[in-house]
DNA sequence: ATACTGCGCAATCACATGGTTGCAAATTTT
DNA sequence: AAAATTTGCAACCATGTGATTGCGCAGTAT
């Protein structure tokens, strides 16, 4: 059992609002369309071409990954050109770091908190 | 612009299907509940006392995170473990790899194209 | 045997999501 | 000026999702 101190402190590290670069990425079109715009920016036409559905689901996936911020916009006449923000991949990564540090240090964070009961053997067992 | 057969290769090999490790951390109770199982294996119970949500509602992102292969459960008696499949989680790690290489390599590759673009100047233009 | 506990499962609900069609606004072409 | 193109936006629909409540079943404790 892990010590109810460490593990609020998890929940409350990683408990994140909506609307982030992992909702992004939780759709297969928006990964294709991600992995596109990673070569270059592209209109909604010419990213739409690439799928089987309609320019309208695209532009609603193109939408979506707007607000995520992990795409830019950029008008050029009547014409919108998709940039990727790779910076937002960032918090991928960083998040997967973190969770690895985390895997990695498991058993020395049980010895921590076994070492933590044991000096306190003496008061109440609740830490 | 870019080359249709590149676009097309891209898209044919980053469509996948539901149920994997992407929907599986799209959640940010999920992506917490990832963090705590990365440290020990825990019940549904003990797992839910650090939410506020109910018993029930954990249960079901434990059923989705089983159903993504991100956790394993594990009878013990009237128990049930959830220990973590941190392998899983490589194909997160995989997959941002894929980007990064393909975003690094973008100038490249529209070198490449263009250039397939020049040699096949004489022929017709959608190659 | 009889409670109690841990847990999954079914029903239900509000809301998000992915998709479609239709349309209007803005820009480019003719 | 008129036609065509590119695009976003609204309405709509089917399905998925997150959450709740209630219940039943299998272990465990008394």
Redesign the interface.
């Known amino acids: ?2 010590a109810q101190y ?3 402190q ?2 409350a ?6 609307r982030d670069v ?2 992004a ?2 759709d ?2 928006r ?2 369309i ?3 715009l ?3 920016a ?1 209109t909604p036409n ?1 990213i739409a071409t ?2 089987d559905s309609s320019r309208q689901a695209v532009s609603k996936h193109l939408l979506v990954l707007t607000e995520c911020e992990v795409l830019k916009p950029q008008q050029q006449g009547r014409e919108i050109h998709y940039h ?1 923000n ?1 910076e937002k ?1 960032k918090d ?2 960083k ?2 770091e ?3 540090q ?2 990695a240090q ?1 058993f020395s ?2 010895d921590t908190v076994l070492a933590l009961l044991k000096a306190k053997k003496n008061e109440s067992g609740s830490i």
Chains 1, 2 share one sequence.
């Open positions: 059992m892990i460490i593990c609020n998890i929940v590290n990683f408990m994140e609002t909506r992992f909702q990425i939780a297969p079109t990964r294709a991600i992995m596109l990673a070569v270059g592209m010419a690439h799928f990727l790779a991949m991928i990564e998040w997967l973190e969770f690895k985390l895997f498991r964070q049980l």
